[in-house]
């Protein structure tokens, strides 16, 4: 059995408790209580590298970065050094009006000189959600400012994840995080999926991408291009299932928005700071301008929470141009631009230059994406598909109608259940495994995280059949 092989971490834990207080008083994000109440959960513990461990010291390949997070690695001394020296020097400070601190500082100007020439200034915040949500506020504020009050709608896509805010969660796309939760919802409309492998049976690549461009026109113009404010969108869209749009979708995109004055946002939570190989990809892989870039997650490697949306200086210029009332722009948190958080992205980005991960990934991504595209030879493994090191293998019942496993089969937990045995951590979203490693992860460690997961889904077909969702090993026949 392939296995993720690192020495055993020295401390220890006491998991059963930390079950028990974590069962008893902790509210997760997606909270699965009738599985946390019969399972409990994964205490992990401690991490090292591209690895962590859970608290009885088994070792896993870290498949998920944490959460699309852990971009450098973990246990990065150098900025455990930089977020402890910031603690002593100058632990907290607010930046409200007219206060700042040396990491704030620092951190905007890098962040300037990173991104496109034209986003020169950034509001931080605590979390991608956040930073979201503070690019449509001001985004409002601008048309305010400019007399335009009406412009407010905000176009986004089907399954595409823009945060758990109140507005951000309107902003998103996935229907099954709708159920039973209200929203902002009048405020947002949703365009298609680029959902190149669920395209229409009959359509080439280029048709689709026609009518996803078309679609966005026709919703603009149909709503009124006074009444639409902006058209967000992750270059890559990750937690609703990976998907790479097809080329040239996005800057045909941005085309439709500038002919009718619709700002556009691109949202690089998960995509900036090295996933796909570049610091920021909306220019640099896609060839866009983007009005607002919002980051969060990788900037920090997840060592400290930090949102910071990047906006133009078309904006800038609109919102501080004196208005003759409320001079203050009335928008910011206690944690907007937290020394000890900005200290940890600076330290970081340091990393990610410094070590060249950024060509690193451009370099082994290709490889990732070969060595996981083999597993297509698998009758469950309908697609794979993203880009560097954010990728997704969809799994299917029936590879030539692409028709799904019933929801009841949970084919993506089983699959990462079977993982989990061997030592390595792969996100199920439904019928989706998910991979968003450290960016670190050499070929060899690639070869492992696939073999892992190639006798993953072996093992769970086996599962499958005895459970009787198959008729045979080959996996084509169906029983519901
Ligand atoms: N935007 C994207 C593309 C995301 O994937 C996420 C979270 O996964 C968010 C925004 C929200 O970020 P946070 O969970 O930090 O609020």
């Known amino acids: 059995m392939a296995q993720a092989t690192r020495s055993r971490p020295s401390s220890s834990y006491d998991t059963r408790d930390l079950f028990r207080k974590d069962r008893n008083f902790h509210i997760h994000p997606w909270n699965d209580y009738p599985s946390a109440a019969e399972r409990g959960c994964l205490v992990i513990a401690e991490g090292d590298g591209a690895y962590v461990s859970d608290s009885s010291g088994k070792q896993y390949i870290d498949g998920i970065g944490g959460l699309w997070c852990v971009n450098v690695g973990y246990g990065r001394e150098e900025i455990a050094q930089a977020m402890a020296d910031q603690a002593r020097r100058l632990s907290f400070y607010n930046t409200f009006v007219d206060t700042t601190h040396p990491p704030a500082a620092e951190l905007s100007a890098k962040l300037a000189r990173i991104a496109p020439a034209h986003l020169n200034h950034v509001a931080f915040s605590g979390s991608g959600s956040a930073a979201n949500e503070t690019a449509i506020r001001l985004i409002h504020n601008y048309f305010n400012r400019l007399g335009q009050p009406s412009k407010k709608l905000v176009l986004s896509r089907w399954q595409s994840y823009h945060g758990s805010t109140y507005l951000t969660a ?72 990976v998907l790479v749009p097809p080329k040239g979708y996005h800057v045909r995109m941005q085309e439709v928005c500038r002919r009718y004055d619709v700002l556009t946002i691109s949202d690089e939570v998960v995509t900036g700071f090295g996933r796909l190989g570049h610091m920021l990809c909306s220019e640099e892989m896609f060839g866009l301008e983007p009005d607002v870039i919002v980051c969060a997650k990788g900037i920090t490697s997840g060592y400290a929470p930090l949102g910071a949306t990047l906006f133009s200086d078309g904006i800038l210029e609109v919102l501080r141009a004196p208005n003759g009332e409320n001079e203050f722009l009335s928008h910011g948190f206690t944690w907007s631009g937290h020394p000890i958080c900005c200290a940890a992205a600076l330290a970081n980005i340091e990393i990610l230059e410094r070590e060249r991960i950024l060509e690193h990934v451009r370099a082994v991504g290709p490889y990732f994406e070969e060595q996981l595209a083999t597993l297509l030879d698998l009758p469950i493994v309908g697609d794979v598909r993203g880009s560097h090191f954010m990728l997704c293998v969809e799994n299917v019942a029936d590879k030539a109608t692409k028709d799904l496993f019933s929801e009841d089969v949970e084919v993506g937990n089983r699959i990462a259940d079977e993982c989990q045995e061997r030592g390595l951590i792969v996100r199920p979203m439904g019928h989706l495994n998910v991979l968003s490693p450290p960016l670190i992860l050499t070929r060899a460690q690639i070869d492992s995280l696939v073999s892992i997961l190639r006798e993953s889904i072996v093992a769970t077909m086996d599962g499958l059949t005895r459970d009787g969702h198959f008729r045979n090993k080959a996996g084509i026949a169906r029983i519901d």
């Open 170 to 241: 309107a902003l998103s796309g996935k229907p099954e995080d709708r159920v039973l939760f209200d929203s902002a919802y009048g405020l947002v409309h949703h365009l298609s999926a680029p959902d190149v492998y669920r395209r229409p049976n009959d359509q080439t690549v280029e048709a689709f991408c026609d009518d996803l461009v078309d679609e966005l026109e026709r919703k603009i113009l149909e709503l009124g291009p006074e009444n639409v404010a902006a058209f967000i969108a992750e270059p890559v869209l990750g937690s609703g299932g």
